[in-house]
């Protein structure tokens, strides 16, 4: 039974009723005839409903009900970092200082936004061990892009052209190859151990004089932190590559460890997630990527810089890569970041990693009773699960990611990573209550039950939603963006 349809609007529309009133017009009418060429002008009027005010508002009120986010419920999406959206964030990105600038505004009357990021420049510096950061990466995946540009810049500097390669283990987030391959490089896959961690043998075995870097997602996209990194760095520099670090999931290891004292030359952090910039439902994002003193020179340009006491955009950068983004980044998820960061200060940006990883550890330890765990390790701020158990019953894990729908959760991250059969991979955040843990624990512990005793009430599910079992692919293939009576 899927709940009713309750957004009608174009059915409800009533001929002649109007849900705004305007108030008299104090300038002369003009002719639209006139002044829109005729090749542009609608030959009827547009079907729009016609409602009341009350009308509109239940309607989009009703739409906004059928979505699933944060400040509606537990969101533990593996890997995507699902955590509370501070609203102090908000009423910061909303001053008008920041929210009404204009990006071609003369620099002298837009000194506080400048001073704003240079500043978060700065915190991230510091919370990276990087020499120098650029704002302007709009993305995770774009700051991979970004720095492995720069990559190519300075080994082209050097006259080394022939390191054409980009060495990503197959625990790396599913980004990093793609991103690899449009900057342009070759990406050659190093295979995990069965422990889940990066093989050294096997890397031995592709680093040369061809490579250009290694990217490596840490904690990998298993949660788990990769334990060889100091050797890792010795094999890949000892062959004249850079490392790269896929910073995105910083949540597990913020304020405890930086990359740039792990021997890593460029990393990129996305702001949307750890740093509390909405996201999902494909909103701005921000992806900041920091580097070491060399790479500096090839950074996107205007990089943001002081003058004695006055913030400049020096543009009179030679071997600047150019610009990655129209502008200075996503300005609006900046400011929030640097809101989270100030008002959070070091000592609860450290609790943030102790908490996040602590929820997933916990988590992890009571499902391994009801699913299959296959790296019985500590992890970091995530875990993954198999579902092979409930599989061989007939469940699969996209059931049971359906079946979680009717007890209002939104499922967790599924089929991957793809090295792990029927993945489920859940990152509870530290954010979240234990209260809040355990109630979804006992519904996972439930479903595993009735994936036992009736394993039709979970692979018909979802029962509670507006709509039931979609085709996926043809969803996403042939979407219908537009209503149509
Ligand atoms: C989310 C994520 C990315 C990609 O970030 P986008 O902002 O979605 O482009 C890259 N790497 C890891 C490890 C991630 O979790």
């Keep these: 039974m899927h709940k009713q349809d309750q ?157 054409t390669k980009v060495i990503v283990p197959d625990s790396a987030h599913g980004t990093n190859p793609a991103s690899a391959s449009v900057a342009g490089f070759e990406t050659i896959t190093v295979k995990s151990n069965d422990r889940g961690l990066v093989d050294l043998a096997d890397l031995k075995r592709v680093v040369g004089g061809d490579t250009a870097a290694l990217m490596l997602t840490n904690p990998n996209t298993l949660g788990l932190f990769e334990e060889n990194i100091v050797e890792m760095a010795e094999i890949v520099h000892g062959a004249g590559g850079k490392l790269y670090y896929d910073g995105a999931n910083l949540n597990a290891v913020l304020s405890k460890a930086r990359p740039g004292d792990m021997g890593f030359d460029v990393v990129h952090l996305n702001l949307h997630k750890t740093f509390t910039g909405p996201h999902g439902g494909g909103g701005p994002g921000s992806g900041p990527v920091g580097v070491k003193a060399e790479l500096i020179p090839f950074l996107p340009k205007p990089v943001i810089a002081k003058n004695g006491e006055e913030y400049i955009l020096d543009y009179n950068r030679p071997q600047s890569i150019g610009r990655v983004k129209p502008y200075y980044g996503n300005f609006g998820i900046n400011v929030r970041a640097y809101a989270y960061i100030r008002s959070m200060g070091a000592i609860g940006l450290k609790s943030v990693t102790e908490y996040a990883v602590l929820n997933a550890n916990y988590m992890m330890r009571r499902l391994s009773e009801h699913y299959d ?84 009430i979970v692979q018909e599910a979802p029962y509670t939603t507006v709509v039931g079992r979609l085709d996926e692919a043809l969803a996403a293939r042939k979407p219908v963006l537009r209503y149509q009576k």
Excluded at 134 to 159: C, D, K, S, V, Y
Aim: with cysteine; glycine share 6%; aromatic share 8%.
């Design 7 to 163: 957004a009608l609007i174009f059915e409800s529309s009533k001929p002649g009723r109007i849900g705004y009133s305007l108030p008299e017009m104090d300038i002369p009418e003009v002719n639209v005839n006139e002044l829109i060429p005729q090749g542009y002008l609608r030959e009827e009027p547009a079907e729009l409903p016609e409602v009341s005010e009350l009308d509109i508002i239940r309607h989009y009120t009703a739409l906004s009900k059928r979505n699933h986010g944060l400040d509606s419920g537990f969101y533990p999406l593996g890997s995507c970092t699902m955590k509370y959206n501070p609203k102090i964030n908000e009423s910061v990105a909303r001053l008008n200082g920041f929210a009404h600038l204009h990006p071609l505004q003369d620099e002298s009357s837009v000194q506080g936004a400048l001073e704003l990021m240079y500043d978060l420049q700065e915190h991230l510096k510091e919370i990276t061990g990087m020499d120098e950061v650029t704002l302007q990466p709009a993305a995770g995946a774009h700051g991979e892009w970004t720095g492995l540009m720069l990559i190519r810049a300075f080994h082209e500097a050097n006259g080394d052209a022939a390191r």
């Design 373 to 456: 765990l296959p790296f019985d390790k500590h992890c970091k701020h995530e875990f993954v699960l198999s579902g092979r158990r409930q599989k061989k019953l007939g469940v699969r894990t996209l059931d049971i990611a359906k079946r979680l729908l009717d007890f209002g959760y939104h499922p967790p991250t599924i089929y991957f990573p793809l090295n792990v059969e029927e993945c489920i991979m859940i990152e509870p955040t530290e954010t979240e209550s234990k209260e809040t843990l355990d109630a979804f624990i006992e519904v996972m512990i439930k479903i595993a039950k009735e994936a036992e005793e009736c394993p039709e």
